[in-house]
């Protein structure tokens, strides 16, 4: 996909994401494609929420936690952009997932009103029968009550650039000491059609975008924006879940250890990007998985590295 691998210094490399015959053979067709039961909730707005489902699925509640960087400056939002680390962590059984994502969202959960547009990637095996990492995208309407779905099990995202479909496998993951891997992601509001885009790579690519009549509260601007990692648990036995978050590895490890987001940055209503402002931190279960939020004059600018294993002696 649209990713860049990264050496120590500026980015030199594109890996790929590919479309296997077995994932459309899986589907039944292309137009069902990585198709989601609807209303799988991402809790974006410090919200725990049940993940609702169809034949395939069980409907069960699971705790989400989160470790993300939430910018609200009090402006209209048309756009948000950063580089993700991509990893491939460990889940620690079918129905649970590890997200690290971008979040675009107006509105309020409790009135039910709360729009988003989410999109990054994840390890998901009960939405795509395996452990791999995945390139997603996801939206709602009215606070993942009854529309919105994860990349195109329903209408809503329009898909326009063949090479990179939402869903897809991305081949190329980081290593811990060893080669980084990033995505690129632009979203961003047109100012002619009011349509928010999808962008990926140094170049931009435009992949597909949702339609402004999708939404309500997010129709004319978003009102904040957040990066960062997201798992459930299943609470199996009573522990705490293994799945992992980002590499598995917490914060303060650093570069080429730690997973980041790197060059982080929301575009104003005249469509000119600005570092982020009025910016807070949340983390849900620091001995579990943690953040740290910095700013350097190198390539990562104003950055944060995020993740952790889970289930540890302090994570019961």
């Known amino acids: 996909m649209g990713g860049i691998k990264i050496g120590q210094g500026a980015p030199k490399a594109v890996p790929i994401i590919t479309v296997t015959v077995e994932d459309v053979l899986r589907a039944g067709s ?22 609702s489902a169809d034949d395939d699925f069980n409907i069960i509640d699971l705790p989400h936690e989160y470790a993300t960087v939430q910018s609200k400056p009090g402006t209209p939002i048309h756009g948000v952009s950063a580089g993700i680390n991509v990893w491939n962590p460990h889940v620690g059984n079918e129905g649970e997932m590890s997200i690290s994502q971008i979040w675009v969202a107006s509105g309020q959960y409790e009135f039910g009103n709360l729009n988003t547009i989410e999109v990054g990637w994840q390890v998901y095996p009960r939405l795509y029968r395996d452990s791999k990492t995945h390139l997603f995208v996801y939206w709602t309407a009215d606070a993942y009550r009854s529309t919105g779905c994860y990349n195109l099990r329903c209408p809503g995202f329009v898909q326009v650039y063949e090479e990179i479909i939402v869903g897809s496998i991305l081949n190329l993951v980081s290593t811990i000491s060893g080669q980084q891997y990033e995505s690129l992601i632009q979203v961003y509001k047109d100012r002619n059609t009011g349509d928010w885009w999808l962008a990926i790579g140094a170049e931009g690519t435009k992949v597909g975008y949702w339609p402004a009549s999708l939404f309500t509260t997010l129709r004319d601007s978003a009102e904040e924006v957040q990066w960062g990692g997201e798992i459930t648990d299943t609470k199996l036995d009573g522990a705490h879940t293994a799945t992992e978050m980002g590499s598995n590895r917490f914060a303060q490890e650093g570069y080429a250890k730690a997973s980041y987001f790197r060059q982080l940055h929301v575009m104003d209503s005249n469509n000119v990007y600005n570092l982020p402002t009025d910016t807070t931190i949340r983390i849900d279960n620091a001995n579990c998985y943690n953040l740290d939020l910095g700013y350097t004059l190198d390539f990562l600018s104003v950055h944060f590295f995020y993740g952790g294993p889970g289930n540890n002696a302090n994570c019961p």
């Open 30 to 51: 292309i137009q069902n494609f990585q198709r989601k039961p609807q209303n799988t909730a991402l809790a974006a707005l410090n919200v725990n929420v049940s993940i």
